[in-house]
């Protein structure tokens, strides 16, 4: 009874977690992060500052995740983002102060991959837990 129990409490903490979107989900889902501000103005009212694009693919948890390089990213909008330009146009706005040149390389950090796969995370203490208890601990 007391695993059964642990089940939903599970699911239910990692749903309303809010580090690095922990919630439920279907599909595949882009979120971009904050890594440097920019003087460009954007479409709008809004500013462009220099983001990391990350795409998690889920089903209810999140079991895949990968780096998608930067992009710009609009003030106020955690999932839209413009296509960050290449070559001479890249270089241009680089040479204009606008953004660093080198770019600094586009990493996930230890959260995007704890959030990433969780799923496998949340498999494995639902089913691997158990069983290695009982493998291992019963006489």
Same mark, same amino acid.
């Given at each position: 009874?007391k695993?059964?129990?642990?089940?939903?409490?599970?699911?239910?903490?990692?749903g309303l977690?809010t580090?690095?979107?922990?919630?439920? =989900?279907?599909?595949?889902? @882009?979120?971009i992060?904050?890594?440097?501000?920019?003087?460009i103005?954007?479409?709008?009212?809004?500013?462009l =500052?220099?983001?990391?694009?990350?795409?998690?693919?889920s089903?209810l948890?999140? *079991? *895949?995740?990968? /780096?998608?390089? *930067?992009?710009?990213?609009?003030?106020?909008?955690? @999932?839209?983002y413009?296509?960050?330009?290449?070559? /001479?146009?890249?270089?241009a706005?680089?040479a204009k102060?606008?953004?660093?040149?080198?770019?600094p390389p586009?990493?996930?950090?230890?959260? @995007? *991959?704890?959030?990433g796969y969780?799923l496998?995370?949340?498999? =494995?203490?639902?089913?691997g837990v158990?069983?290695l208890?009982?493998?291992?601990?019963?006489?």
């Open positions: 009874m695993k059964i129990l642990m089940i939903p409490i599970f699911f239910a903490l990692l977690s580090a690095a979107n922990a919630k439920f =989900f279907f599909g595949t889902k @882009d979120s992060h904050f890594v440097a501000n920019t003087t103005p954007g479409p709008g009212e809004s500013h =500052f220099l983001g990391h694009r990350v795409t998690m693919k089903f948890l999140p *079991y *895949y995740v990968e /780096s998608n390089g *930067y992009v710009f990213g609009l003030s106020g909008e955690q @999932d839209k413009i296509p960050l330009p290449t070559g /001479s146009e890249l270089e706005i680089q102060g606008f953004l660093p040149n080198p770019l586009a990493e996930l950090s230890w959260i @995007d *991959y704890l959030m969780s496998w995370l949340a498999l =494995f203490f639902i089913f158990p069983f208890k009982k493998k291992f601990l019963t006489k």
